[in-house]
Every structure is written in structure tokens, then in C-alpha cells.
């Protein structure tokens, strides 16, 4: 079972063909090359991240992988099956969550978009539905109307809706977009489970505290091409240098005399830049050297490592 291909893609091209610039009339067309010979494969069970910068191709990969966009070249399968023309065998199967687009009914309240799914989809157990309400969190919003929630109810609402069917396969095109850090968490927090569980997912997030958080692999794409498939420890070894900001309880006249790469950002603040593994004696060097006050650890070593990359690639 383990190491069971769920996603097969070989060669797999995408061209849009669009008008050029605005005078319809003339007909001359553009073609915008979004995906561009991407091989992968991903197995059962893997939690992976889809990064990449905007325009990269990322929604253009996840919906032909759902079978909603036709392509132009290469080969596709998804739990074994072609999904552009075999949607239908394949779509209770998937679990879809776009952010910034509902399958919920608007107007209605959220448990009648539930009990619809659920006519739509068939598969779904009773227990299973009590564990998404209460672990999701969404007992208290069953009543109310869908247009009538706030951003973050309304997104948990929608992972909600989506697993109902219990899918095997689970898609996110940013699930946390623009939601405070609780929203963010919980569903932070219902994915890990899901994952446990067994559940095959792949992750689209600007957010790199959720694919830090979450994912063992990633992937990133960038202008259409596959630029990045790694295990998330090698991918985090891409750059491993660490910034500590050492807050001084004193003011500070020059640098002391020490082999440390560091800058002084303000009388009593000094930035050292130093490589993870060796972070253990350079605390010890910090501490020998400085009245330390505070200190703070840079997190944003996702951001770094795909700045570096987006910059590289141009
Ligand atoms: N329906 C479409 N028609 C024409 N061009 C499109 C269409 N959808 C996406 N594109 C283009 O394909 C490229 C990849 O887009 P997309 O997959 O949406 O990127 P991402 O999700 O990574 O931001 C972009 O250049 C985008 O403008
Ligand atoms: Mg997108």
C-alpha cells in the first residue's frame, strides 16, 4: 500500500491560446505556456505543498488534476484514471477546497449545502460527519445562512462540506487566505488529523507557516516548469542560515572583537547571522559577549528559501 501512486503525471503541458491585447478585431493570439513538461508522482498518504509564485501554473496543475481543464500534452492519472474524461468516476472520490470560491449555496443555511452534498456524493457516515462538525468547529454555524458568515466560518464551513464524502484525496488552493491566526489554526489542526488518518493531500498556501507546519514534501513550480520536488528536510537545507536578534541591556559603542557575522541596527540591538548547525555555540559566544536583554529567532526560513529561488529563476 504504501508506496501507491495516487497522482501520476508524465510530460504534462498546458498551453492557453488568448487574444492579444484588447482589439478583438485584429484576432491575433498569444499563447501563454502555464505548464510546461511537469513529471511527478505522488504517493498515498503524502501531505505535499504546491508553491510557487503567482502565475506559476499552480491552479492550472490542480485543475486538470480534478478534470475540470483539458491539456495539451503529456499523460495524467489520478487514483488510476484519466480525470478529464472520466470526471464523474472520479470527483466523490476528490475532496476540493478553493479559497476563493464556494461550493456552498449562498443563500441557504450551511446544514441544507451539507445535506445536499451528501445527495450529491452519497458515502457518508454519520460518525464520521460528527467528528468534521466537532473537530472543524462549525456546531454553532449549522443554522446560519452562507452569505452571513465571516471569512473564517465560512472557509471552515467549506473543508467541512468538502470532506463530508470522506475523500481520499484532498486538494487546497489556499484554504487560509485571509484568516486570523485562530481560523488558521483550527484548520491547521483538522488537516494534521486528516493526514494521520491516512488522507492523500496537496496544499496550495502563500502561507508558509502552513506548509512548514504540515507538509513532508514540496513541490515548487514557477513559470510552468516543475523547479522543485523535495522532502521538506532537504528542501529546508536549501538555507539553513538564521538570524538572532540580540536586544542588549546596555549601549553598545563598537562590536566587540569576535568571529561572528553580525550588525549593529541600533545602540542597543545587534543582528547575528549564523548557520543553524552551529547555533548551539554561537548562543554561548552571544551570551560571553553581551548583556543580553532579549532575543528573538527569524521564522521565515520558507520565504527566504523561495525568495532565493523566484530571484534565481528570474
Ligand atoms: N483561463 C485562462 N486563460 C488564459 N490564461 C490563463 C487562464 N488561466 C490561467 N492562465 C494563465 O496561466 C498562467 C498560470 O496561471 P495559474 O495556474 O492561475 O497560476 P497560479 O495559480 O500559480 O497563480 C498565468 O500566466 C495565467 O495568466
Ligand atoms: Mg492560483
Redo the contacts with the bound molecule.
Sequence with gaps: MKDEAIIKVENLGKI?R?NQGWAISKQEKKD?V?LDAINFKINKGEFVALL??????????IKILIGVLAYNAGKVEVMGIEPLNNREKIIGRLGIVFGQRSRMWHDLPVSDSFELTKKLYGNSNKEWEEWLIENIGVQDLLGRQVKKLSLGEKMRCELVNTLLYNPDLIFLDEPTIGLDVVSKQRIREALMILHKQGKTILL?SHDTGDIEKLCQRVMV?NH?KLAIDLTMEKFMKLNDDMEIRVKLKNKLITLPKIKLEMNLVSDYEVVVTVKRKVLTETMKVIFDNFEVADLDFSAERVEKILMDLYKNEG
Design positions: 492557453f488568448v501563454i502555464a510557487g509564485p503567482n502565475g506559476a501554473g499552480k491552479s492550472t496543475l496550495t513550480i510552468g
